[in-house]
């Protein structure tokens, strides 16, 4: 699981990250370790499968849009890189890019399903519905271009509580911060939701706290 910290300055234009730019690309030869891909302007790279989907087999003649990464004269190719999703963002919301919503941070289990902080700059802008869209058309759209892997968009609060209430997406009946772990307690009916398949949503929603989640049942005999 990856993610990104944009409250470090600046992290995501760091030098030590090179020029970033997206690419569509074709992929016109492989073997089990690396991809030939052509992109749209003609040009070729190679694509290792250490930067493809883990949960994916590539295929000749597919189409993919990947993260471009140019440093010291080296070009390499990512579907993995978390910048492929901030500037993903980038292009489907303008509210992104013109800064009147700021992305906070972005955790990634790559090809299943992310998470991504989100506040707004500007009074009367509404930072979720900036990235959703309208009848979730954006989401829709980067869903789409990133596989079909999920992505939660996550309404930022510098108080701990409210924000893990908005990054797990359920009814929470008790948050109960501990010496080492806050333990969140959930009705019986939303605690499937509150962990996610294989523990995926109680997990990236901790790496997006930075606190260690307990997810627990709703004890309906304390009174």
Known sequence: MESLDFLLPDIDNDNSTGELSLVTSDIVDCNDDVAQIKNLDGSYGNLPVTEFYPNKKWEIGKRYI?????????????????????????????????GDVRIIKIVREVGIRSKVAVASTSLGIDAIESCVGESAGRVRTLCRLLEGERIDFVSYNKDPETFIRNTLGVDIKKITFLENKV??????????????????????????????????????NEK
Do not use: C, F, M
Not at 202 to 211: E, G, P, Q, V
């Open 183 to 220: 333990e969140i307690e959930v009705p019986s009916h939303q605690y499937q939701a509150a962990v996610g398949g294989g523990g995926i949503n109680s997990l990236i929603s901790a790496k997006l706290t930075d606190y260690n989640l307990s997810i627990i049942e709703e004890n309906l």
């Open 66 to 98: 990947l993260l471009k990464k140019e440093k010291y004269g080296k070009i390499t190719y990512s579907a993995r890189d978390l910048n492929l999703i901030k500037l993903l963002i980038d292009g489907i919301s303008p509210e992104v890019r013109s």
